[in-house]
């Protein structure tokens, strides 16, 4: 069963970044549309960016502009590096295919406060 790990997360200042990492433990990482997702405590889980196999990329637009999603498929890992972070970007983020066709992770928190 795949597994799905990210890392990165943390508490972070107004204006500040992060570089979250995902990691799968599945085989043919290449072949799926890979998405970040977030959930502020209380409400649904959210797509906020996607990069296609071929590398192309689409982003919510209150991300648009500040976040950045990239892969490697060789190692089997997808990045979302995220700058100039907002107190309402907290949330927990996770990875996931898109559509979400593994169990999610664990996800990691992303706190933004001064």
């Known amino acids: 069963q795949v597994q799905l790990v990210e890392s990165g997360g943390g508490l972070v200042q107004p204006g500040g970044s992060l570089r979250l990492s995902c990691r799968s433990s599945?085989?043919?990482?290449?072949?799926?549309?890979w998405s970040w997702y977030r959930q502020v405590s209380g409400e649904e889980r959210d797509l906020i960016a996607t990069i296609a196999g071929g590398g192309g990329t689409n982003y919510v637009d209150f991300v648009k502009d500040r976040f950045t999603i990239s892969r490697d498929n060789a190692k089997n890992t997808l990045a979302l590096q995220m700058n100039s972070l907002k107190p309402e970007d907290t949330a927990v983020y996770y990875c996931?295919?898109?559509?979400?066709?593994?169990?999610w992770g664990k996800g990691t928190q992303v706190t933004v406060s001064s």
């Open positions: 996931n295919s898109r559509p979400p066709l593994f169990p």
């Open positions: 599945g085989s043919n990482f290449g072949v799926y549309t």
